[in-house]
């Protein structure tokens, strides 16, 4: 169930990819030397977006429905469409992505769906094709107030379409500081910070297409230079071992479970471990990012500001996992 809008984007978009995917492949290998690219972790890139795809069409017909009744309800159905209707469509729709992403990444139940688009060691184009498999099943209630204010369930679908062209496109490392597009839009750098596993980098940065939420909601983190902070390592506090797609996927519900159900814990632990922020432990066990940063924190005071980068590396914290 796709609309015309959205079969054109796909069929715009496919042979662009391909084109951009080469010659940062070519870039990185030949000019750069260096191996940002391998051939397993491209396969499991584009494995996991196949499989999001899959869940996105199987539950279209549910996701459409609900906002198609929602739509109908609207108060202000008959918005007039033009240029008005799409610019606010456009910041809407990105507000709603923002809140999103923000609870995958503090929600333990949703970081659990969400931990496979952070789990490659890698940054490159086909990154971001690491989807979230699970997401269409519950993306669709984000969008439900759009709905109710007027937005066509279609134009809503297709704007997170054409945005999230945007959001592929950040991750790469070939492209600098953008300027002032760094001011208002989602760049490059700022997606890199995304990625990165460094304590002070960790939950930043969560828009897809405007950085304004991110600045406005207190989530902004800029990408600092080498000599101010440590290189950016990409990946997961803690890393796969032996990474497959079921412990890709399961992983992180796995452990969810394993910990939820353990013996000699109250309800509101239970609780916490499947709702709280993941790295939420009752014994001091593991730790948050919040818990990470404040340790990096003291740790750099300690040191008095003479920051070896080495010191800095994810290594020294415990997993948010
Ligand atoms: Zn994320
Ligand atoms: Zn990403």
């Not at 989807?131 to 279609?154: D, H, M, Q, T």
């Not at 796969?240 to 519900?253: C, M």
């Not at 740790?299 to 914290?317: Q, S, Y």
Request: aromatic share 16%.
């Amino acid at each position: 169930m796709l609309s015309i809008k959205e079969q054109l984007l796909l069929l715009y978009s496919a042979p662009f990819y391909l084109i951009i995917i080469s010659i940062e492949i070519l870039l990185t290998n030949v000019r750069l030397k260096t191996k940002n690219y391998t051939l397993k972790d491209t396969a499991t890139n584009i494995l996991l977006t196949l499989l999001n795809a899959g869940i996105d069409f199987g539950f279209k017909l549910v996701s459409m429905m609900v906002l198609g009744l929602v739509f109908m309800k609207s108060p202000f159905e008959d918005w007039k469409i033009g240029f008005s209707y799409w610019l606010a469509l456009l910041i809407a729709e990105d507000f709603a992505y923002y809140w999103l992403h923000r609870f995958d990444h503090e929600v333990r139940f949703f970081w659990a769906v969400h931990v496979t688009h952070h789990s490659s060691q890698h940054f490159n184009f086909t990154t971001g094709f690491r989807s979230s498999v699970f997401e269409p099943l519950y993306r669709f209630v984000y969008f439900i107030p759009l709905a109710w204010f007027g937005f066509k369930p279609l134009d809503i679908v297709f704007m997170y379409s054409a945005t999230q062209i945007w959001g592929t496109l950040v991750h790469t490392e070939m492209i600098g500081k953008l300027g002032w597009l760094e001011k208002i839009f989602v760049t490059p750098s700022h997606h890199r910070v995304h990625h990165a596993s460094n304590p002070k980098y960790l939950d930043k940065n969560m828009g897809m297409f405007l950085i304004i939420w991110d600045k406005f909601f207190g989530t902004f983190q800029e990408e600092l230079p080498e000599e101010e902070y440590a290189p950016i390592h990409y990946g997961l506090t803690k890393n796969l071992e032996k990474p497959n797609i079921i412990k890709l996927l399961f992983h992180e519900w796995h452990q969810i479970w394993k910990d939820a159900t353990a013996s000699d814990l109250t309800c509101n632990q239970r609780f916490n471990y499947i709702f709280g922020p993941p790295g939420y432990s009752h014994d001091g066990s593991r730790k948050t990012s919040d818990e990470m940063r404040a340790e990096e924190q003291v740790f750099l005071g300690e040191i008095n500001g003479a920051i070896d980068a080495t010191l800095l590396e994810p290594k020294m914290v415990s997993t948010k996992m």
